[in-house]
C-alpha cells in the first residue's frame, strides 16, 4: 500500500511541475508580448502627438471604393476631438483578400497610415490550404488563446514547413533539394508539350508539376510569349500577383500583339484602381482581337461603372456572341440590362444562365433580387426555395431568404434562416480569407498601425471574430443591428442599392452614412477614449 500511494505521489508531483512549468512559460510569454504591446503604443502616442493629424486608409472591394470612406472623414472630424482625420479610400472593385494583402506593405510606405480600416472577404473564392477549423467553442477558444499552445503550433508548423516545402507565394509545393527538377514526363519534349502537359497537371490539381511544366515550356523557348502568358494566369490562380503581372509584362514587351498579355496588364491596372490604364490595355486588346471575350468583358465592367450601360451592354452582347455559355458574361450582361431597367430583357438571361448551371446560388440571387425590384415577393420566394433545393449549404440564399422574409413581415421566418447563413458563414470560412486576415494583423502589427475590422452590413459579427485566434488590439465594427433596424423603419432601398451579397449589397449614400458612422464611433470610443457620438 505505502508503494502504491508513493507512486501516486510521484504521478501527482511529476503532474503538477508540468502544470507549473507551463503556467510559468504563458505568463513569460504574455507578460513579453504586454511589454511588447505598451511600447507600440507609447510610440503610437508619440507619432500622434508630433503630427496632431490621423491618416486612415480604407482596403476593400467595390463597396469600400467611392463608398464609405470619404463619409468617414467627415463623421470622424465632425466629432471635433482634437484631432484632424485623413481618410484615404484604397478600396478596389472585384479585388480579394490575396489582391488587398500583397498590396498593403505598399500602402504602408507610401501613406504612412497610423490606422488601416479593412471591409473585404466577400470576394474571395475557396482555397485548398489547410486552416485550424473555426469554432466559437470557449473551451477551444480559450486552449487557442493560450501563449504555450500558439507557440507549440509555431513549432509543429515549422516542422511541417520543413518536410512540405511550401511556397508561401503560391501555396505549392516545392521540389526539395535531393528531387528531380523536372518529371521525367519532361524528358526530350519541345516547349509546346510542356505547355499541354502543365495544362493537365492544372486540372489535375497537381499544382506543383504543373509550374514545373509550365517553367520547362518557358525555358525551353524564352522568346516565346506565350509560355509567359500561360504561367502568368496560373500564378494568379494562386494568387501570387506579383509575378503574374511581371510575366504578363514580359509577354508584351516580347509581343506587343498578344491580346491576353494586354487583358493581364489592364486586369492588374484594374486591381490597382488604374480606371484609365486598365481601359487603355483593354481597349488595345480588343484592337488586336476585335472578338477577344474577356477584354470586352473586361471593358464593359469600365463602362458600367461610369454609368455608360448602353456601351457596357453592346461590349457584353458582342462577348456572349464568342461565349454564348460563359455565366460571368450572362450575369454582368443580365445585371446590366437589370441596371437599365429593362427587366423583361434581364430576367430572359438570367434564366438562361440557370440553364446552364441549374445550382448558381449567385444566379438565383439577382434574379431574385430583379423580380423584388418588381415588388414580384411570390416569385422571389419561390425561386429562393428552387435555389435552396440545389444549394442546401449555401450561406447566401439563406441571407436572401432571411432579407425577403424580414422585408415582408415574417420576423421569426427571419431570425430563423439568418441564424442558418450565420452558422454556415462560420462552419465554412475560406481559408484564403482567414490566412489574409491574420497574415494582415501580423504586418500592421509589426509596422504599429491599428487594424480595424468591419462586418458588413445586415451580418453578424461573431463569424468575423472567429477568423482570428489572437484578436488582441483588434477594433471589431458591428453593422447588424443597426442596419436592420434602418431597414425595418425605412425600406432596404433607402440604404443599397443592389443585393449581391444576399442580404446585403452596395450602399447608398444614407447606407454609407451609417456604415461611417459605426465605424467613427468605434474608432473614437476604443482608440481615443471619447464618446462615440
Not at 44 to 66: D, F, H, M
Not at 132 to 145: D, G, K, M
Not at 241 to 270: S, T, V
Amino acid at each position: 500500500m505505502p508503494s502504491v500511494m508513493g507512486l501516486k505521489q510521484k504521478v501527482f508531483l511529476v503532474a503538477f511541475g508540468l502544470l507549473l512549468s507551463l503556467a510559468m512559460l504563458e505568463a513569460g510569454l504574455r507578460i513579453a508580448g504586454s511589454v511588447i504591446l505598451i511600447a507600440q503604443e507609447h510610440r503610437n502616442s508619440l507619432a500622434l502627438r508630433k503630427k496632431n493629424t490621423y491618416r486612415i486608409i480604407c482596403v476593400g472591394e467595390s463597396t469600400t471604393q467611392g463608398h464609405y470612406p470619404s463619409f468617414l472623414q467627415k463623421a470622424l472630424n465632425r466629432r471635433n476631438i482634437g484631432i484632424a482625420f485623413s481618410v484615404i479610400d484604397k478600396g478596389v472593385a472585384g479585388t480579394n483578400t490575396s489582391m488587398i494583402l500583397s498590396q498593403i506593405e505598399g500602402y504602408l510606405k507610401e501613406y504612412h497610415p497610423d490606422m488601416v480600416v479593412a471591409m473585404m472577404g466577400i470576394n474571395d473564392q475557396g482555397s485548398h490550404l489547410p486552416h485550424e477549423e473555426i469554432t466559437l467553442s470557449p473551451a477551444v477558444r480559450f486552449v487557442r488563446q493560450l501563449r504555450v499552445y500558439k507557440l507549440l503550433r509555431l513549432l509543429q508548423l515549422h516542422v511541417s514547413a520543413r518536410s512540405d516545402k511550401k511556397d508561401p507565394r503560391s501555396g505549392t509545393a516545392q521540389p526539395s533539394a535531393s528531387a528531380p527538377v523536372f518529371d521525367d514526363d519532361l524528358k526530350n519534349k519541345d516547349s509546346g508539350e510542356c505547355l499541354a502537359i502543365a495544362r493537365q497537371y492544372n486540372l489535375q490539381g497537381d499544382l506543383a508539376r504543373a509550374e514545373r511544366a509550365y517553367k520547362k515550356a518557358l525555358e525551353l523557348d524564352p522568346g516565346n510569349d506565350r509560355p509567359y502568358v500561360e504561367l502568368a494566369w496560373f500564378y494568379h490562380q494562386q494568387g501570387s500577383y506579383i509575378q503574374a503581372e511581371a510575366l504578363f509584362r514580359k509577354a508584351a514587351e516580347i509581343n506587343p500583339l498578344n491580346a491576353d498579355a494586354q487583358l493581364g496588364m489592364g486586369w492588374f491596372c484594374k486591381l490597382q484602381g488604374d480606371s484609365e490604364g486598365a481601359q487603355r490595355f483593354f481597349s488595345k486588346a480588343i484592337k488586336i482581337n476585335p472578338e477577344h471575350a474577356g477584354a470586352l468583358r473586361e471593358l464593359s465592367v469600365l463602362h458600367w461603372f461610369k454609368g455608360e450601360y448602353d456601351t457596357a451592354i453592346d461590349l457584353l452582347e458582342r462577348a456572349r456572341k464568342q461565349k454564348p455559355d460563359n455565366l460571368d458574361i450572362l450575369n454582368e450582361l443580365a445585371f446590366s440590362y437589370r441596371t437599365k431597367g429593362d427587366y423583361a430583357k434581364a430576367e430572359k438571361v438570367y434564366k438562361q444562365a440557370l440553364r446552364i448551371d441549374p445550382s448558381s446560388a449567385r444566379l438565383f440571387t439577382e434574379l431574385g433580387f430583379l423580380y423584388r425590384e418588381q415588388l414580384r415577393y411570390r416569385d422571389m420566394e419561390e425561386l429562393f426555395k428552387t435555389a435552396l433545393r440545389h444549394n442546401p449549404d449555401k450561406d447566401w440564399v439563406y441571407g436572401a431568404l432571411a432579407s425577403l422574409y424580414e422585408e415582408t413581415g415574417r420576423k421569426e421566418l427571419a431570425r430563423q434562416y439568418a441564424r442558418r447563413a450565420d452558422l454556415l458563414r462560420l462552419q465554412r470560412a475560406r481559408s484564403d480569407t482567414v490566412e489574409n486576415y491574420r497574415s494582415l494583423k501580423r504586418i500592421l502589427d509589426r509596422h504599429g498601425v491599428r487594424l480595424v475590422c468591419v462586418q458588413y452590413p445586415m451580418r453578424n459579427l461573431a463569424s468575423l471574430k472567429a477568423l482570428f485566434e489572437d484578436t488582441s488590439g483588434l477594433i471589431f465594427v458591428d453593422n447588424e443591428k443597426s442596419f436592420k433596424d434602418a431597414v425595418a423603419r425605412n425600406g432596404r432601398d433607402r440604404y443599397f442599392l443592389d443585393m449581391f451579397g444576399g442580404d446585403f449589397g452596395h450602399c447608398t449614400d444614407e447606407g454609407n452614412t451609417l456604415l461611417a458612422e459605426n465605424i467613427a464611433r468605434a474608432i473614437v470610443t476604443e482608440v481615443f477614449q471619447r464618446k462615440g457620438d
